[in-house]
T-cell receptor, first 114, second 116 residues
Framework: AAGVIQSPRHLIKEKRETATLKCYPIPRHDTVYWYQQGPGQDPQFLISFYEKMQSDKGSIPDRFSAQQFSDYHSELNMSSLELGDSALYFC?????????????FGPGTRLTVL | AQKITQTQPGMFVQEKEAVTLDCTYDTSDQSYGLFWYKQPSSGEMIFLIYQGSYDEQNATEGRYSLNFQKARKSANLVISASQLGDSAMYFCAMREGLNQGGKLIFGQGTELSVKP
């Protein structure tokens, strides 16, 4: 079965650089979520999209932006990177109208800011 | 206020024995969902089991069962017949409401080590 795809899997950037993370949800899933997991931390919700519209917003810095495109893939854009942005970034997708509302997680993108 | 609390930072269990990982939650919603995820050292988040707030029976998935005590607001994960491959971080998570965005709120996690 198809799973959530994230790219790249690993990314190394310098401080003040920009990064773009991509997420391809499971086909026919209409909702995408982004989470950030710092070292030794639990995942923290950043932002979500339902049918290409932002549906919820969590503790996402103003330096970050995200969008969902017509093909339902999503991109998380991160600018002016800081050391503290080093984390594992997960994308998850869900088919909202399914009775069983499991979120399927991608493998994550590990971002290292030097 | 912490909505999901996992009070065991680390747990040890002997191979083939059962282990219970604790999770308590706090919500004023009547409709919510509770999840357990496994995160091995490789980093991926693996879904284990789900319990809806209106489900009367405790959820079970193979060797995993969820001991749901609604009045106590607890949703403990029970792993039977532990295997070496069960060594990982385990996260309890909650989704509030039926269709309120659906974001998950995670607990701090419990690191489980299975001893041979």
């Amino acid at each position: 079965a198809a799973g959530v795809i994230q790219s790249p899997r690993h990314l190394i950037k310098e401080k003040r650089e920009t990064a773009t993370l991509k997420c391809y949800p499971i086909p026919r899933h209409d909702t995408v979520y982004w989470y950030q997991q710092g070292p030794g931390q639990d995942p923290q919700f950043l932002i979500s999209f339902y049918e290409k519209m932002q549906s919820d917003k969590g503790s996402i810095p103003d330096r970050f932006s995200a969008q969902q495109f017509s093909d339902y893939h999503s991109e998380l854009n991160m600018s002016s990177l800081e050391l503290g942005d080093s984390a594992l970034y997960f994308c998850a997708s869900r088919r909202t109208l399914m009775a069983y509302n499991e979120q399927f997680f991608g493998p994550g993108t590990r971002l290292t800011v030097l | 206020a912490q909505k999901i609390t996992q009070t065991q930072p680390g747990m040890f269990v002997q191979e083939k024995e059962a282990v219970t990982l604790d999770c308590t939650y706090d919500t004023s919603d009547q409709s919510y969902g509770l999840f357990w995820y496994k995160q091995p050292s490789s980093g991926e988040m693996i879904f284990l089991i789900y319990q809806g707030s209106y489900d009367e029976q405790n959820a079970t998935e193979g060797r995993y069962s969820l001991n749901f005590q609604k009045a106590r607001k607890s949703a403990n994960l029970v792993i039977s017949a532990s295997q070496l491959g069960d060594s990982a971080m385990y996260f309890c998570a909650m989704r509030e409401g039926l269709n309120q965005g659906g974001k998950l709120i995670f607990g701090q996690g419990t690191e489980l080590s299975v001893k041979p």
